[in-house]
C-alpha cells in the first residue's frame, strides 16, 4: 500500500522525519499538543490568504507523521489526530468512535481549548482544495 509520505517531497519527508524522530518518545498528549504549537506557529508567521493552504499541508504532515506513528484509537488525542488526517480509514474510524461516545469532544477540548475551531477552519480549508472545488462545481 503507498502512503502519502512516499508521495511528500523530499524536503517534506525531512521535516516528517525530524517530527517523527521528536514525537516518537512522546505521549499522544504531548503529540497532539506540540503538533498544535506547530500549527499555530505557522498560521501566524504567514498572511490569512495563506492559511487554507498551510492547514492543508499540515494535515499531511500530521498524517505522514501517523504513518510513522501507527494510530492508537485508545487515546483521546489520536482519535482527534485521526479525525482530520487525509486517510479515508482513519478519519472513518475516529469519527464513528467520537459520534458514539460524545464524550470525546469534551476531553479533546478540555486538552485542547482550540480544538472545535481547529477542526472547522479544517473543514473549510479542505472544502477550498482545487481537486474538491472542481468536483463540487461539476455536480
Known amino acids: 500500500m503507498t502512503t502519502l509520505y512516499e508521495h511528500l517531497p523530499a524536503d517534506i519527508r525531512e521535516v516528517v522525519d525530524a517530527y517523527v524522530a521528536d514525537l516518537r518518545p ?17 498560521l501566524e508567521t504567514r498572511p490569512a490568504a495563506e492559511h487554507w493552504r498551510l492547514l492543508q499541508q499540515w494535515t499531511g504532515i500530521v498524517t505522514a507523521i501517523l504513518e510513522h506513528l501507527p494510530p492508537d ?3 483521546v488525542e489520536c482519535l482527534g489526530l485521526m479525525s482530520i488526517s487525509f486517510n479515508d480509514q482513519w478519519r472513518a474510524q475516529a469519527l464513528g468512535q467520537i459520534e458514539r461516545d460524545p464524550t470525546v469532544l469534551d476531553r479533546l477540548v478540555a486538552i485542547c481549548p482550540d480544538w472545535g475551531d481547529i477542526v472547522e477552519t479544517i473543514s473549510e480549508a479542505d472544502q477550498r482544495r482545487p481537486i474538491k472545488a472542481r468536483q463540487v462545481r461539476r455536480r
Open 26 to 42: 512522546q505521549t499522544w498528549r504531548i503529540r497532539l499538543l506540540l503538533l498544535i504549537d506547530l500549527l499555530q506557529e505557522t
Open 73 to 75: 484509537s485508545s487515546f
